[in-house]
């Protein structure tokens, strides 16, 4: 099937060598800047409580989106959507690919798939891919340079790990191919006496029992390396008469969960605000991995978890200034599309659970940070429009004048943004997914598959879940943003639930939902 989506988008696009489709010395770059984990409400930039200048000013000089969400809180099948514009039910990459130790799931993007990196990349653009990337299927002939965290980066730091795994086995943190010399905490010591036996079945309690500061110099750290990394390769594009699309794809916040000095000593956990709707959950969340850990280590040890996660994004914060000031001197910064976004969020202490172990579709794990800064076309805005990540795609290719294939989902945002649209002409709901892998470990899904979904938009949210025995939850965001109070049930809003329902029905018929 994908090959011949590419013969067609070749018939769209016209010979690669056609000197119409090249792009010249004016064609926009493009920064993609991702993090994987990271949840909105958290950062200055959103009104949060982390401090995070250089998100800060992309947001002050671009277009801040405050109802972004992912298609699915899953790293692979939101990367795959954003490359691809496609749900994940549609590219069939829904549940996270195989790769290094991980040796389940589906495998990843190949060189035959649509991607606006490959797109651009046969119109002329120098691409690079630097950091996180959870797609590995084929090597892409238009990422010449990789820095995935179990290849590159693991032989930077071969000997160093070494000699960490032969520290006590108390002092270090074996996060998949990683040895991370940790100092942890009190509270965390003490939650790892009370938990050891407990636990000892868990696959990822090493990952919370052994959170903390992180003893390694700062230049070492994996996202201040792909900082250093796009930094450097902006610096020597520049000049050179190509335009470039660049992603910087940093790891954090998600886990390992362990920050550097001075970062985590910049952070105190006493002086945290605890969320307001920590003590507020569904029920069917009450035996999820994310609730569970912080039942765990209770509230001393979600304080300590919450220092590391803000601690780690304020040294992601800088390491986007690292960036922008390579784009600055080079005199670079406003012919440049530059994008901001995650891939999901993490619960961050929200109803009482931290990661995104949980099958709830909650705000903190599902609406994302979203904000694209090109003042040639874009002035300065904050817009409510409603959007998922499927939209990036076609809105990067229309910002740079180039056709968007066929079996694009999502839309561009373009017109919504430069009067060309009215807003109220834009989507109605965006849409997210929980989606049964592949018995065969393919990207095919047969008739049988089943998934839970979420619908948001106009104020609402609605979830229907596949399986237990309160499979529909409906949320008035408008006047109830911590979705403390399920609707769902209560016959004043059944038609309200009997609409959103048959919008969901008509989404999956539009987008192939497999029947």
Not at 9 to 14: F, N, Q, R, T
Not at 356 to 374: G, H, M, N, Q, W
């Amino acid at each position: 099937m994908f090959a011949t989506v590419v013969a067609c988008i070749g018939c769209l696009l016209g010979s690669a060598t056609a000197p119409a489709d090249q792009p010249d010395s004016k064609s926009p770059n493009v920064l993609l800047i991702m993090c994987d984990q990271l949840t909105a409400g958290v950062m200055s930039a959103y009104g949060g409580p982390v401090a995070t200048p250089h998100i800060d000013r992309l947001a002050r000089e671009g277009v801040r989106f405050n109802q972004a969400i992912c298609p699915t809180p899953f790293c692979s099948p939101t990367r795959a959507s954003i490359i691809t514009g496609m749900y994940p039910h549609a590219h069939g990459i829904v549940v996270n690919c195989r790769q290094g130790k991980i040796t389940t799931g589906p495998p990843g993007i190949t060189k035959d798939d649509v991607t606006t990196e490959k797109l651009l990349n046969e119109a002329g653009y120098v691409t690079h891919h630097y950091g996180k990337w959870h797609l590995f299927g084929d090597r892409l002939p238009y990422y010449p340079d990789m820095f995935p965290v179990d290849e590159e980066y693991l032989e930077e730091m071969k000997d160093t790990f070494a000699k960490v795994r032969e520290m006590p086995r108390s002092d270090w943190m074996d996060w998949y191919v990683w040895a991370l010399p940790v100092a942890i905490a009190p509270p965390i010591r003490q939650a790892q006496e009370t938990l050891k036996e407990a636990w000892k079945d868990k696959r990822f309690a090493d990952f919370i029992l052994k959170i903390g500061r992180l003893k390694l110099p700062l230049e070492q750290v994996y996202d201040v390396r792909v900082g250093q990394l796009t930094a450097e390769r902006i610096r020597s594009l520049a000049g050179q008469g190509k335009p470039f699309m660049i992603t910087c794809s940093f790891n954090g916040p998600h886990d390992p969960n362990v920050v550097p000095s001075p970062y985590y000593d910049a952070i105190d956990p006493a002086k945290i605000r605890l969320p307001d709707n920590r003590d507020v959950r569904e029920l069917r969340f009450e035996n999820d991995w994310s609730r569970q850990i912080v039942t765990g280590i209770k509230e001393p040890g979600l304080r300590e978890f919450l220092r590391i996660y803000y601690a780690t994004i304020r040294m992601l914060d800088d390491q986007v200034g690292r960036v922008l000031a390579a784009l600055d001197a080079a005199g670079a910064t406003d012919d440049t599309i530059i994008v901001f976004t995650a891939d999901h969020g993490d619960m961050a202490g929200g109803h009482g659970m931290v990661w995104k172990s949980t099958s709830a579709f909650y705000d903190e794990i599902a609406r994302v940070p979203l904000i694209i800064r090109y003042p040639r076309k874009l002035k300065p805005q904050t817009s409510d429009l409603t959007t998922d990540l499927t939209d990036l795609m076609p809105t990067l290719l229309d910002l740079l004048g180039r056709p968007i294939p066929a079996q694009v989902q999502g839309i561009s945002l373009v017109p919504f943004l430069t009067g060309q649209r009215d807003p109220a002409e834009g989507r109605s709901y965006a849409f997210s997914e929980r989606v049964q892998a592949s018995p065969q470990g393919t990207r095919k899904l047969g008739s049988g598959t089943t998934g839970s979904f979420m619908i948001r938009g106009q104020g609402w949210k609605f979830i229907r879940y596949d399986y237990g025995p309160d499979k529909q939850y409906l949320y008035h965001l408008t006047d109830d943003p911590g979705e403390t109070r399920n609707l769902a049930s209560d016959p004043k809003y059944a038609a309200k639930v009997k609409e959103l329902s048959a919008e969901l029905d008509a989404w999956l018929q539009r987008t192939g939902w497999p029947r």
